[in-house]
Antibody, heavy 128, light 108 residues
Framework: QVQLVESGGGLVKPGGSLRLSCAAS????????MSWIRQAPGKGLEWVSY????????SYADSVKGRFTISRDNAENSLFLQMDSLRAEDTAVYYC?????????????????????WGQGTLVTVSS | SYELTQPPSVSVSPGQTARITCSGD?????YAWWYQQKPGQSPVQVI????KRPSGIPERFSGSNSGNTATLTISGTQPMDEADYYC???????????FGGGTKLTVL
């Protein structure tokens, strides 16, 4: 079965950096877009970033653009999130998520993506 | 920017039908997905592409999506269904995913 295991979370001071990793198994990793989705304590879910199977496409939430960098190593079935210039509002559980694409209702020219498999999450706390 | 709106909470008695709505401009033109999240756990997909149930999800979970509203329906709600539920859609104009704010389902 699909397993996504995150690591690298922890306590960091404002302005600091962390690198999250996700080890994937039970899937053809190179076939799928992957994403990081976060959840602040007591709050809802928020897309942070996603990356295409070949790494050609990367996208970020406005709130993290210029500070976070997503990457993947298909040879190692691994996904990463480099987080720099961290802020208190980045405090959250970060989930590694497999994303599946479907033809839209209008046309297969447009693809709609949604998470299907989620890791257990890793907690990032930004505090002095 | 595109937004999805859910009621913060819904209450239902055991055995009754729970309906959780998700509203967005012309949401029916997009697909809606639904996720269940129990305390301390990761979200689990319960409905995909408006109406389809992943394997292992009980038949009491169903979905619909038309006009501006997608609805998750839980028939014969059980105490184990108490959880937070999130809708999700993809905005093709911005190539970005969105979640609703979540609905806390209480079974009492």
């Amino acid at each position: 079965q699909v397993q996504l295991v995150e690591s690298g979370g922890g306590l960091v001071k404002p302005g600091g950096s962390l690198r999250l990793s996700c080890a994937a198994s039970g899937l053809n990793f190179t076939d799928y877009y992957m994403s990081w989705i976060r959840q602040a304590p007591g709050k809802g879910l928020e897309w942070v970033s996603y990356i295409s199977s070949s790494s050609a496409t990367k996208s970020y939430a406005d709130s993290v653009k210029g500070r976070f960098t997503i990457s993947r190593d298909n040879a190692e079935n691994s996904l990463f999130l480099q987080m720099d210039s961290l802020r208190a509002e980045d405090t959250a559980v970060y989930y590694c998520v497999r994303v599946f694409g479907y033809c839209s209702k209008i046309s297969c020219y447009f693809v709609e993506f949604a998470p299907d498999y989620w890791g257990q999450g890793t907690l990032v706390t930004v505090s002095s | 920017s595109y937004e999805l709106t859910q009621p913060p909470s819904v209450s239902v008695s055991p055995g009754q039908t729970a309906r959780i709505t998700c509203s967005g401009d012309k949401l029916g033109d997009k697909y809606a997905w639904w996720y269940q999240q129990k305390p301390g756990q990761s979200p689990v997909q319960v409905i995909y592409k408006d109406t389809k149930r992943p394997s292992g999800i009980p038949e009491r979970f169903s979905g619909s999506n038309s006009g501006n509203t997608a609805t998750l329906t839980i028939s014969g709600t059980q105490p184990m269904d108490e959880a937070d539920y999130y809708c999700q859609a993809w905005d093709s104009s911005t190539a970005w995913g969105l979640f609703g704010g979540g609905t806390k389902l209480t079974v009492l």
